[in-house]
């Protein structure tokens, strides 16, 4: 298997500029990959999915609790590229974004300059189901709200990087950015030779770090837990992995209680003291006293706790209105408000439901826009116009007359393709990129993130849900031009 | 300082019965294969002795509820491969690799590669469907993946309260596992323990000694292949590692480690204090008085005994 004969097509392709001619910092990959002998590449790329089988790196949707159903993240051997100087930008301008972003929670639960300086209409904030009335008044520590994030990132045809949404309450994956470079190391070790690709393998202490620069004070040696929603949750691998990472335990719920003013966990001797919670629960469900009364993954009480500051949380309660869609479009104006600067990154341009002339612009143009519902992930609620069918787009524009509020639409995008093992060659294929990022005494993006691909010919959904794997990311120290 | 040492009570639990678990998958399989030679020695195999297969494993109205009648075939796919037995190997395998993957974040990494490995190996097995071919390399496969988890499980893991109670957890696993195939080997053919038993009988007691890997030691310590001489192996030998009395002698020495109280305290939850009483009852046994109780009901006492240990350790470490 080898590259003579891959068409980028009409598309920006990640590691080709045009046909035959390789990007910058991509050179001595594909040259490795083309002095394989044939077949290896596929030989690897097998290799690749039976190690992660054996590690056991796999993931079960959601209702599914039957074991056999159980299956590996589709993962392609084809790593994606980024040059070092590209990645100096990228850093700057999610460091950029994520200071602004919280600022705005900050002034939301706060003041609300922001609003009444009418730069964002309230009616944006009231309307919007993540804004979390119990949140007024809180005081995280440092300051700090949105302590893990990912920031979705895609490339469209003009060679541009966009953001095409924030994630600050759970976001996942970053599980599969360190074992992607496992198995690439243990199956495909020669390809990394003189690429000077950055290690991500420091991700757990980074994440420790900024857990532990959250515990109340006066603790000098804080316990810290990640809470999961239980072994049935499609991310448990990940958390699991997170926890044994970091040498730190792995709680549920149940296995914590609010006792004495603090949160205490249940242990084979007696009750014992957490001081910080990275939790991987949704607000909803954190504690049924303040938020959603049915909740059994919870802990009631917590929310006191946290006010008291005898605990710490990651994220803090109420980040998800930071990433509602349609916050999401004012973004551009919290960098200036808050930070006096453009922003770095730009949003992809992005209309409004609520607001009637987009409506009508939207309705007009549905064949051509993504619509997106302002509240869900994972690829859902979700309409790519030049995809879709008639009824599909008839039924999306009910839906969206229904509830003006709880839809944005935007371009659809060409986004940038990287070459994937289809059968027995390479094609181009979509994907995006999510880049993590830590704030605890200070901002960290790990160097590298989760390149997603989506799959299936033509298609732009790169979510696991909807048929999309993952790449391993190399994100290029500055010496790599050799 | 990010000790593990102490442990959530609900791992505690998961992580006691990924030991237990995987301790019963293996003397499933090696109960299985011993029980396959025999057959092939036996003059005359009768439905009986299937039977007796399935009783040890205690789960004979489950087995008559789903087959009809008791065949070798019928025996081996309900013991091995049935996930509506849920002794069966792979129930159990599965059960392991389950709780392994809850506790994923405290156990090893490569005692977690090898449990799943373990898992794909039998799961692959059971979509085959063709162990009937070859099925003592198969159950010899399966005993040596056991093995191999012990292995990496001592030379891997910290002597600390998840290594105990995986430990605890298999060693009583084996003990309630050696009693019940003595109870059943009682079960078949009369005992009378003056008497030298005739071939056909001694065929029996050689299986029983191999369905827990004890043939070579018990003939390195012993001389006559006595009921008698059987059980006092089995049941109250020091050192051999799957008699009844060694392993509650490891089960005290992991439940006191676990306690960590040094040795001047006599016990320290009731866990500690049942299991001592227990250990201690048989350092002052003697094979003639358990014959004069009657084996059987010397062992089944024993057992309840075993599972009101059982029922404590829940009540003093994995209640919340």
Same mark, same amino acid.
């Given at each position: 298997m080898r590259f003579t004969g891959y068409q980028t097509e009409h598309f920006h392709d990640e590691l080709f500029l045009t046909k035959n001619q390789a990007r910058e910092g991509a050179e001595l990959l594909i040259k490795k990959i083309d002095s394989l002998t044939e077949g290896e590449l596929l030989k690897r790329q097998q290799s690749a999915e039976r190690s992660m089988l054996y590690m056991g790196i796999t993931f079960s949707l959601y209702? /599914? /609790? @039957?074991?056999?159903k159980e299956q590996i993240f589709p993962f392609d051997i084809v790593p994606r590229i980024i040059e070092a100087e590209e990645w100096e930008f990228i850093e700057k301008g999610l460091k950029q974004r994520i200071t602004a972003l919280n600022l705005f929670l900050e002034d939301m639960y706060g003041d609300q300059k922001i609003i009444k300086d009418k730069v964002i209409p309230e009616y944006v904030i009231y309307s919007a *189901? *993540?804004?979390?009335?119990? @949140?007024?008044g809180l005081k995280p520590p440092k300051g700090v709200w949105c302590h893990i994030s990912g920031i979705d990132l895609v490339r469209h045809s003009d060679g541009k990087i966009y953001v095409l949404e924030d994630n600050l309450r759970c976001p996942s994956g970053v599980s599969y950015v360190l074992k992607n470079r496992e198995v690439m190391k243990r199956v495909f070790p020669q390809v990394f030779e003189a690429s000077k690709v950055r290690p991500v393998e420091l991700y757990p202490n980074m994440l420790l770090r900024t857990l532990q620069d959250i515990a109340p004070n006066p603790v000098s040696n804080p316990t810290i837990v990640v809470l999961t929603?239980?072994?049935?949750? *499609?991310a448990y691998f990940e958390h699991s992995f997170l926890a044994q990472q970091m040498g730190v335990h792995l709680v549920a719920g149940s296995d914590l209680v609010v006792q004495d003013g603090f949160v205490q966990m249940y242990t084979t001797q007696g009750l014992k003291r957490v001081d910080v919670i990275y939790r991987r629960i949704d607000d909803d469900f954190l504690d049924p006293k303040v938020f959603r009364e049915d909740s059994l993954l919870g802990i009631p009480g917590l929310m006191e706790v946290y006010k008291q500051g005898r605990v710490g949380l990651?994220?803090?309660?109420?980040?998800g209105i930071a990433d509602d869609k349609v916050v999401y479009a004012y973004v551009p104006q919290m960098i200036k408000y808050y930070l006096g600067e453009e922003n770095l990154i730009p949003n992809v341009p992005t209309y409004l439901c609520w607001q009637d002339q987009d409506l009508h612009y939207i309705l007009e143009h549905l064949e051509e826009m993504v619509v997106k519902s302002a509240n869900e992930a994972g690829?859902?609620?979700?309409?790519v116009g030049p995809q879709s069918t008639k009824a599909e787009r008839a039924e999306f524009a009910t839906r969206i007359k229904a509830n003006p509020r709880n839809y944005i639409a935007q371009p659809t995008l060409s986004l940038s393709r990287v070459p994937t093992i289809v059968d027995d060659h390479l094609e181009g294929r979509h994907v995006d990129l999510r880049p993590y990022v830590l704030y605890g005494d200070n901002i960290e993006v790990l160097p590298g993130g989760l390149t997603r691909v989506a799959l299936k010919k033509g298609s732009l959904v790169v979510n696991s849900s909807q048929g999309g794997g993952s790449k391993d990311t190399w994100v290029l120290s500055k010496k790599a031009k050799s | 300082m990010l000790s593990k040492d102490v442990l959530l009570s609900r791992t505690a639990h998961t992580i006691y019965w990924m030991g237990r678990y995987l301790e019963r998958a293996e003397n499933v399989a090696r109960f299985i294969d011993v029980n396959l030679l025999l057959m092939i020695d036996l003059p005359q195999v009768e439905t009986k002795h299937w039977e007796a297969l399935v009783m040890t494993s205690g789960d004979v109205d489950l087995f008559r509820k789903h087959y009809p009648d008791t065949t070798q075939n019928h025996v081996i796919q309900f013991l091995t491969f049935d996930l509506n037995n849920p002794n069966s190997i792979f129930s159990t395998v599965r059960q392991t690799r389950e709780n392994a993957r809850t506790v994923r974040e405290i156990i090893s990494t490569d005692l977690w590669e090898q449990v799943n490995a373990f898992y794909l190996m039998i799961q692959e097995a059971a979509e085959k469907n063709e162990i009937l071919y070859a099925p003592h390399e198969f159950f010899s496969n399966v005993k040596k993946e056991c093995y191999l988890f012990e292995g990496i499980l001592h030379s891997t893991m910290s002597r600390q309260e998840s290594y105990y109670f995986i430990r605890l957890g298999r060693y009583l696993e084996r003990a309630d596992k050696t009693a019940r195939i003595l109870d059943v080997a009682n079960f078949m053919p009369p005992v009378d323990p003056a008497n030298i038993p005739q071939t056909f009988e001694m065929i029996q007691w050689i299986a029983v000694l191999k369905s827990v890997s004890a043939l070579q030691m018990f003939q390195q310590n012993f001389r006559d292949m006595s009921a008698e001489n059987i059980y006092q192996f089995l049941i109250l030998d020091q050192d051999f590692a799957r008699s009844i009395y060694y392993c509650l002698q490891r089960s005290l020495t992991y439940l006191k480690l676990i306690s960590?109280?040094?040795? %001047?305290? %006599?016990?320290?939850?009731q866990a500690e204090k049942m299991m001592g009483k227990l250990k201690s009852e048989l350092d002052y046994a003697d094979i003639q008085e358990i014959f004069e109780r009657g084996v059987h009901q010397y062992l089944d006492t024993l057992q309840t005994k075993l599972n009101e240990i059982d029922n404590t350790l829940y009540d003093t470490f994995f209640k919340f």
């Open positions: 209702g /599914d /609790d @039957c074991l056999g *189901s *993540s804004f979390r009335t119990p @949140c007024i929603p239980g072994i049935y949750n *499609s990651a994220n803090a309660p109420g980040t690829g859902y609620g979700m309409l | 960590g109280e040094s040795s %001047r305290i %006599r016990f320290s939850n």
